[in-house]
């Protein structure tokens, strides 16, 4: 540990390059993806990523709730990301906060971006994001359970949304941030991607790096993001192989 001002800082970074849990740089944390985890809802998928654990499940297309809501050439998207109180160190109230409503609503937008929404006028399609252990980047373990779980549940997509956050961590481009990184790192820039364009339908960014750093880390996000985009498609086949749901289709 060292120490800055009263706060004790973790060495975040060793002068061989490695991290704070032994990872090389583009090095993402290990993930498993279960396609198809839950049996009540229409699609869903649990993610462990790291020390993360994230549930997703997916209703739809089904009435939209509330009724306002309703659009008559398409489906609407609503998110709703929430975090367990138990899935912190200290306690996290109960409830939607303000983070986690920015947070519903940049994975909405990103999935309007790749589902066929105009194929269901006047319906819902919902997404519920549960993180039930969080080691930062949940965010992006959010939309990789969301986008699986839409998969699962047979929403027509351009394509599946891999994501990934890229941060600055004692002063080198680093993959993946675990909880220490994210905390006391320079930079935090969760992203997603559209494999088969190369869109970016989400990119956000805390604290502050050169435009050359940008650059490298969009790129190293890019590569982490092709990289999930294999494990989701895995879990996806995985899981048809078993055996698809009754009257579901693959
Ligand atoms: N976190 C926490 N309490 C909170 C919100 C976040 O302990 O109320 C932790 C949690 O581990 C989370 C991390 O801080 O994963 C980083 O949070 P951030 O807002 O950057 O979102 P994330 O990286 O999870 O997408």
């Not at 699609?43 to 654990?53: C, I, L, T, Y």
């Not at 869109?199 to 790129?219: F, I, K, N, P």
């Not at 890019?222 to 996806?236: N, S």
Request: hydrophobic share 40%.
């Amino acid at each position: 540990m060292g120490s800055v001002g009263a706060k004790e800082v973790p060495v975040l970074l060793t002068p061989d390059g490695r991290r704070i849990d032994g990872r090389t740089l583009d090095e993402l944390r290990p993930i498993r993806i279960e396609a198809g985890a839950l049996h009540q809802a229409d699609g869903s998928a649990f993610v462990e990523w790291g020390a993360n654990k994230v549930m997703a499940a997916v209703y739809g297309p089904r009435e939209v709730h509330p009724r306002h809501l309703q659009q008559n050439n398409k489906a609407v998207i609503q998110c709703r990301y929430n975090m367990a109180a138990f899935s912190v160190d200290e306690r996290k109230r109960p409830g939607l906060d303000r983070r986690s409503q920015e947070i519903s609503k940049v994975i909405a937008e990103a999935f309007e971006s790749v589902v066929f929404a105009e194929e269901y006028p006047r319906t819902s399609i919902d997404i519920y994001i549960e993180v039930l252990q969080a080691n930062a980047g949940t965010r992006c373990a959010g939309l990789v359970a969301a986008s699986v779980a839409l998969a699962d549940a047979g929403i027509p997509m351009v394509d599946l949304l891999p994501a990934v956050a890229v941060g600055k961590v004692g002063g080198a481009i680093a993959l993946d941030l675990r909880k220490e990184e994210d905390n006391y790192g320079e930079a935090d820039l969760p992203m997603a991607l559209v494999p088969q364009s190369g869109r970016l339908v989400l990119l956000q960014m805390e604290g502050h790096m050169t435009e050359e750093e940008l650059a490298r880390s969009l790129d190293l996000g890019v590569q982490g993001c092709r990289t999930i985009y294999e494990k989701m498609k895995a879990a996806l086949r995985e899981r048809y192989a078993v055996g698809p749901p009754a009257g579901g289709a693959a």
